[in-house]
Nanobody, 125 residues
Framework: QVQLVESGGGLVQPGGSLRLSCAASGLTLSDYGMGWFRQVSGKEREFVAA???????EYADSVKGRFTISRENAKNMVYLQMNSLKLEDTAGYYC???????????????????WGQGTQVTVSS
């Protein structure tokens, strides 16, 4: 069975930093492109960042220059380093995987096969 488990969320002050982790099991991470999405209750799940199977990176305009997605395939781990956090970054953050062996960047939540349960990030002074 495939599982993605996010961790690292919490309460942080504006301008602060947080590092989210996504631990994957039941799959070989190197076979998958990975993405991070965020969602506020009542709104659509929003693309944040993605790292393709090839290692290519892409970010939403709202987080460019502040967030960094990375992967450590040998440990089946994906990370989202978040710096210079803003109030509007407050959301539940989800990691996603798939589809297997697709080498491009995936921007739509509908494109991903597997999802974690999410971790809450709250930016507040």
């Amino acid at each position: 069975q495939v599982q993605l488990v996010e961790s690292g969320g919490g309460l942080v002050q504006p301008g602060g930093s947080l590092r989210l982790s996504c631990a994957a099991s039941g799959l070989t991470l190197s076979d998958y492109g990975m993405g991070w999405f965020r969602q506020v209750s009542g709104k659509e799940r929003e693309f944040v960042a993605a790292i393709a199977q090839t290692g290519a990176l892409e970010y939403a305009d709202s987080v460019k220059g502040r967030f960094t997605i990375s992967r450590e395939n040998a440990k089946n781990m994906v990370y989202l380093q978040m710096n210079s956090l803003k109030l509007e970054d407050t959301a539940g953050y989800y990691c996603a995987a798939g589809p297997r062996s697709y080498r491009g960047i995936l921007y739509s939540s509908r494109s991903y096969q597997y999802w974690g349960q999410g971790t809450q990030v709250t930016v507040s002074s």
